[in-house]
């Protein structure tokens, strides 16, 4: 019976019900989130692996349809097919973004962290999942020690870095910058080149430029779900997050999390 | 069990074993194999899949992660133990393209890994790669 709810929760949520959500958590008003995120996660992972054989099995028998003489005909019916199939891809993707992230969203593992390592050993590990090429990184000199969950840290950068390259476009590139306060470190991601074409494309534009309603909402309700999860992770570990522009497509996120107190500090 | 055509004539060395447990998705990668000129073995069960592995040492072989009778992990590990099957080219084929699951998957003996639905383009490097001289 959970589970059906579960299932039913998260076909029915709006993107205005998760920014609902969204303004509760702030307002620290939704203490069993950590919870349902979790269950949620796991069903929308096992979704979308289920979904994808079907998917793959369908997108190859149309690529190999197109490689018989006898199919000719029906070429123009395939890469319809084909285009269908690579805009679930992308849906796919995104879903497994979110799914993913709200596994990591418990139980915070706390420790003192030198920032300067922190930072460039997260994006490293990143490189495998996001393309880094699209991202320009400035750090500071020296970046102070911070007290976090280095796994969880790993995830907010995630969905930081997930959330502007997104509102970015296919094309565009992010800038990622991190200085030190006085007692926080700052780290800021913001859109530093826009698409060369507006991804607000016309419908039937080739390959996934098809901008049917169907993923702008889907696009819409994953931007403000990474944010909900990014806040939750942000404020679990003593941090806070500052969002420039619409939550639906956001310009640029500023995170702060707080210096760790090390020995050093003690003794001045 | 999907066998290229006679038509196709594949090259000795372009055998590709499939273990894949999604009857629809089997066949469909054992059709497209066959279509660029492979010899596709293809198997539901991974005890069969050993079997025809040891008897025959593929080129290539494609692992379905998520089995009903075992995983594929497993499977890749008892295959790098098969006589003759050193050399096989071992590719996890999986719904899950998260850096853990490819962690796992290289851990277990995997060379290469390929993430559904969108397969063909690197399937067909993949083939392009296979050794011919075998």
């Known amino acids: ?268 | 069990v999907v066998s290229a055509s006679a038509a196709s004539r594949p090259h000795p060395g372009r055998r590709v074993l499939v273990l894949e447990d999604d009857d629809d998705w089997r066949d469909t990668l054992g059709e497209y194999l066959t279509l660029l000129g492979c010899e596709c073995v293809a198997f539901a069960r991974a005890e069969d899949a050993l079997r025809c592995a040891a008897e025959q040492p593929p080129g290539l072989a494609l692992i379905d992660l998520g089995l009903e009778d075992t995983n594929g992990y497993d499977v890749a590990r008892r295959l790098r133990s098969v006589a003759g099957c050193d050399a096989t080219k071992l590719v996890a084929v999986t719904g899950f393209g998260d850096s853990a699951t490819r962690a796992s998957a290289a851990a277990a003996g995997f060379d290469d890994f390929l993430v559904k639905p969108l397969v063909t383009r690197k399937l067909e490097a993949l083939v392009r790669d296979l050794r011919l001289d075998s």
């Open chain 1, 1 to 268: 019976v959970f589970r059906t709810s579960l299932e039913f929760e998260w076909r029915r949520l709006s993107v205005v019900e998760l920014r609902e959500r969204l303004g509760a958590v702030q307002q620290g008003r939704d203490e069993p989130l950590a919870p349902l995120l979790e269950c949620a996660s796991q069903l929308v992972r096992s979704a979308i692996h289920d979904l994808r054989t079907p998917l793959a099995a369908i997108a190859m028998a149309a690529q190999g349809a197109k490689r018989r003489p006898e199919c000719q005909v029906a070429a123009r019916g395939l890469d319809r097919i084909l285009r269908s199939c690579e805009r679930m891809d992308f849906m796919l993707k995104e879903l497994a973004v979110v799914g993913r992230l709200g596994l990591a969203s418990t139980n915070p593992e706390q420790a003192p962290v030198e920032c300067s390592r922190l930072v460039p050993e997260a994006l490293a590990r990143l490189s495998d999942r996001l393309d880094m090429r699209r991202v320009h990184v400035a750090l500071a000199e020296q970046l102070p020690t911070v007290r976090v969950d280095p796994k969880q840290f790993e995830h907010i950068l995630e969905i930081a870095l997930t959330t502007v390259l997104s509102s970015s476009g296919d094309d565009g590139e992010a800038a990622l910058e991190a200085s030190a306060g006085e007692s926080w470190v700052d780290i800021a991601v913001r859109v530093e080149r826009p698409p060369a074409v507006p991804e607000r494309s016309s419908a039937g534009a080739p390959g996934l430029g098809v901008g049917g309603s169907g993923r702008e909402a889907l696009s819409s309700q994953a931007q403000v779900l990474r944010l909900l999860l990014l806040r939750v992770l942000v404020e679990a570990n003593a941090g806070t997050v500052c969002v420039d522009g619409v939550p639906e497509t956001p310009a640029g996120l500023r995170l702060r999390l707080v210096r760790a107190i090390t020995d050093a500090d003690q003794l001045v």
